[in-house]
């Protein structure tokens, strides 16, 4: 695993800044984490979008770039088992932002932004997972049931609590490993 010796300076001040950027205005259902050690690897969190069968599940996924980053693609990896048309069983990413499309102005958050939408717009045309691009194209309704199954059996849900006359909602943070409250 590269470190950040291994990164061009130029890369680990660009990525630091976009990391900063990230942690101060966030994306819509996505929160960003990097150990600090290492900004080679970085990881997110995306909340599945309202409406898709991933709905309050949060995904775990990974960013890994190379020496040549931002020439080259970061490669992207589902950590939370998920079945999708674009997500292989090993977690591989196919979304033609981090192949043929990628362009070295892209940055994190349109990467980021990118696969939260892949959730909402699967491609089953270019699937990685036959199963779920054949049953998504053949019969949703089967699709979205299989898909919600695996989500409520892999991912952790965003949950509301109800105390002290009031309505408080939490999420794990699993960067630090605590439970924050707003």
Request: proline fraction near 7%; hydrophobic fraction near 40%; include cysteine.
């Amino acid at each position: 695993m590269a470190t950040n010796e291994n990164l061009p300076p130029n890369v680990i001040k660009q990525l630091a800044r976009e990391l900063k950027n990230l942690d101060e205005t966030p994306p819509e259902g996505i929160r960003v984490g990097v150990n600090d050690d290492d900004f080679s690897t970085i990881f997110a969190d995306i909340e599945g979008p309202a409406g898709t069968p991933y709905e309050n599940g949060v995904f775990r996924m990974k960013l890994i770039l190379s020496r040549d980053f931002p020439h080259s693609p970061p490669k992207g990896y589902f950590l939370t088992k998920i079945f999708h048309p674009n997500i292989a069983s090993n977690g591989e990413i196919c979304v033609n932002t981090l192949k043929r499309d990628w362009n070295p102005s892209l940055g994190l958050r349109h990467v980021l932004v990118v696969v939260r939408c892949l959730l909402i717009e699967p491609f089953p045309e270019s699937a990685l997972n036959e199963q779920a691009g054949k049953l998504l194209l053949d019969n949703y309704d089967e699709y979205a049931r299989h898909a919600r199954l695996v989500a409520h059996s892999f991912t952790h849900f965003k949950a509301v609590q109800m105390f002290n006359n009031g309505q408080q909602v939490y999420w794990l943070d699993w960067f630090k490993n605590q439970t924050k409250y707003i």
